[in-house]
């Protein structure tokens, strides 16, 4: 997943690389991690995300496309809904939450 993080991975990348069918690769992953493939995968995202925004100074179009995300306005909803904060706050020190 890490060295695919800028592409789009899907469950069936995941469940064919594992030598499963799809709906036994999501039901194993949940059933061994306790979430989806999906919010796994994003919160992997998000949290490399917040790393690159906080560490560089990368522009948030930039950490958006390097962390997956179809759009700086992706990103910037998908910050807001998990972690209740925008890239632009996490710039100037907001903590995420």
Do not use: W
Request: glycine residues 4%.
């Amino acid at each position: 997943i890490m060295d695919n993080l800028h592409r789009k991975v899907t469950v069936q990348d995941l469940a064919s690389e594992a030598c499963l069918s799809v709906s036994r690769f999501h039901d194993l992953f949940r059933e061994m991690t306790g979430v989806t493939p999906h919010q796994f995968l994003l919160q992997i995202r998000l949290d490399q995300a917040v790393h690159l925004l906080v560490s560089t100074s990368l522009a948030i179009s930039e950490v958006s496309y390097r962390t997956g995300f179809s759009s700086q306005s992706a990103l910037t909803n998908a910050l807001r809904k998990s972690k209740g904060v925008t890239p632009a706050r996490l710039r100037f020190g907001e903590k995420v939450a």
